[in-house]
């Protein structure tokens, strides 16, 4: 079983220290145990509440009365948030807590039930790749360590290659290439639409990650590709607008560049030949 600080607590929740110690004396809400220094620490149980009662709080209830609802009441009031559509912050929580725990079933678990609920392509979407943005700032405010992104990634990319694997192969129609440049390694997002390209019966050559470019400009010229797919999120604004330059000189038709929202401020140039992609649906838009 785990144990969390009060910072901690903070951190994943987004309630504040004070606040929660405020909570606990008003409202008793947690019950923290404490260290033979009488340092407050948290268990499973209670960072499962809190992440509830934050959840109830941040739908518009007031603390006080979701702090007298027993178990059963506050599970209750959770279910009448999936019937308000109101569900996506909960699944990211019970996401992060499968993660801290390194609790493989309940992640598995969680991503199955979400696939029933809202369909693979809204879970992506709307539910792992916002958990995706949180495990990135948990990480870089030191609240997990690298094993647990690399836990729950491999778990995520195993799902998406299954149910990519799952679809009808294809042999007539557009070809692509989807690929990344050599060194980048952030391939779920690739994974994705590789999914959605081979949905809508498009033929896909996935490469995957860390790919000599020369290496994809010859597979072009071979298979007879009609576009191109790629991004990174490792390199500078020069290296990106060098990378750019590259990818208008290939044999293909279209060439596309995914540009994450923290690139945008680098105001790249876009050489006439290479297509600047912001949302997932202007891929199938632009094809």
Same mark, same amino acid.
């Given at each position: 079983?785990?144990?969390?600080?009060?910072?901690?607590?903070?951190?994943?929740? !987004?309630?504040?220290?004070?606040?929660?110690?405020?909570?606990?004396?008003?409202?008793?809400?947690?019950?923290?145990?404490?260290?033979? $220094?009488?340092?407050?620490?948290?268990?499973?149980?209670?960072?499962?509440?809190?992440?509830?009662?934050?959840?109830?709080?941040?739908?518009?209830?007031?603390?006080?009365?979701?702090?007298?609802?027993?178990?059963?009441?506050?599970?209750?009031?959770?279910?009448? =948030?999936?019937?308000?559509?109101?569900?996506? %912050?909960?699944?990211?929580?019970?996401?992060?807590?499968?993660? =801290?725990?390194?609790?493989?079933?309940?992640? =598995?678990? $969680?991503?199955?039930?979400?696939?029933?609920?809202? !369909?693979?392509?809204? $879970?992506?979407?709307?539910?792992?790749?916002?958990?995706?943005?949180?495990?990135?700032?948990?990480?870089?405010?030191? %609240?997990?360590?690298?094993?647990?992104?690399?836990?729950?990634?491999?778990?995520?990319?195993?799902?998406?290659?299954?149910?990519?694997?799952?679809?009808?192969?294809?042999?007539? !129609?557009?070809? !692509?290439?989807?690929?990344?440049?050599?060194?980048?390694?952030?391939?779920?997002?690739?994974?994705?639409?590789?999914?959605?390209?081979?949905?809508?019966?498009?033929?896909?050559?996935?490469?995957?990650?860390?790919?000599?470019?020369?290496?994809?400009?010859?597979?072009?010229?071979?298979?007879?590709?009609?576009?191109?797919?790629?991004?990174?999120?490792?390199?500078?604004?020069? %290296?990106?607008?060098?990378?750019?330059?590259?990818?208008?000189?290939?044999? $293909?038709?279209?060439?596309?560049?995914?540009?994450?929202?923290?690139?945008?401020?680098?105001? =790249?140039?876009?050489?006439?030949?290479?297509?600047?992609?912001?949302?997932?649906?202007?891929?199938?838009?632009?094809?």
């Amino acid at each position: 079983m785990a144990k969390y600080s009060i910072k901690e607590l903070e951190r994943i929740s !987004g309630i504040k220290a004070h606040t929660l110690r405020i909570w606990e004396k008003r409202f008793d809400l947690l019950n923290p145990d404490r260290t033979d $220094t009488n340092i407050r620490y948290y268990s499973d149980d209670d960072l499962k509440k809190l992440l509830n009662v934050t959840l109830l709080c941040n739908s518009g209830e007031k603390i006080s009365r979701v702090a007298s609802l027993d178990d059963k009441e506050m599970a209750e009031a959770i279910m009448a =948030l999936e019937a308000n559509g109101m569900m996506k %912050e909960k699944r990211v929580d019970d996401f992060v807590k499968s993660m =801290l725990d390194l609790d493989e079933i309940s992640f =598995l678990e $969680t991503f199955d039930q979400c696939v029933k609920d809202l !369909g693979y392509h809204d $879970t992506i979407i709307n539910v792992i790749f916002p958990f995706l943005n949180k495990v990135g700032i948990l990480w870089l405010s030191d %609240e997990i360590q690298p094993v647990h992104e690399h836990f729950t990634t491999n778990l995520i990319r195993n799902k998406m290659i299954a149910a990519t694997d799952s679809l009808p192969p294809i042999s007539k !129609g557009k070809r !692509g290439i989807l690929f990344l440049p050599e060194n980048e390694y952030h391939e779920l997002a690739l994974i994705f639409f590789n999914f959605l390209l081979k949905q809508n019966r498009i033929k896909t050559y996935y490469l995957g990650q860390s790919t000599p470019i020369a290496e994809v400009k010859a597979i072009a010229k071979e298979v007879k590709a009609d576009f191109i797919l790629t991004y990174t999120m490792i390199k500078n604004k020069m %290296e990106i607008q060098t990378y750019l330059e590259e990818l208008a000189d290939f044999p $293909t038709k279209q060439n596309f560049f995914i540009e994450h929202r923290s690139q945008r401020i680098f105001k =790249l140039d876009y050489p006439e030949k290479v297509s600047k992609l912001t949302e997932i649906d202007e891929l199938l838009d632009n094809l």
